[in-house]
């Protein structure tokens, strides 16, 4: 499984910002979570949205909750990422991730997922 990020970019505080995230190699069925992580400069990778086995079962970083939203494109193996209201505190690289059979007390950790895209950039300028 191949997972490829893009959609991030140079933005000022307040504007969106979707971000894609395009699997090959497999479609992605039920019982596989999908999620999406930051890392920020000096600071460690840090959970940020996830499908938790299927797209009706959704959890938020409490900073993110209100302002992000995952969604998944079943059509396109594709999922998104929007970002809404956007300030520096969010600038980061984020990943996509992906892996089957999570439980759900491993949703937020890193380390339990088996693939990753190469990251995005997303900068917000204040």
């Known amino acids: 499984v191949q997972l490829q990020a893009s959609g991030g970019g140079l933005v000022q505080a307040g504007d969106s910002l979707r971000l894609s995230c395009a699997a090959s190699?497999?479609?992605?069925?039920?019982?596989?979570?999908q999620a999406w992580f930051r890392q920020a400069p000096g600071k460690e990778r840090e959970f940020v949205a996830a499908?938790?086995?299927?797209?009706?079962?959704?959890y938020y970083a409490d900073s993110v909750k209100g302002r992000f939203t995952i969604s998944r494109d079943n059509g396109k193996n594709t999922v998104y990422l929007q970002m809404n209201s956007l300030n520096p505190d969010d600038t980061a690289v984020y990943y996509c991730?992906?892996?089957?059979?999570?439980?759900?007390?491993?949703?937020?950790?890193?380390?339990?997922?088996?693939?990753w895209g190469q990251g995005t950039l997303v900068t917000v300028s204040s």
């Open positions: 499908f938790f086995r299927s797209p009706s079962s959704t």
């Open positions: 991730a992906a892996a089957p059979r999570l439980i759900l007390s491993s949703l937020r950790v890193p380390s339990s997922y088996t693939y």
């Open positions: 190699g497999r479609t992605f069925i039920s019982g596989y979570s």
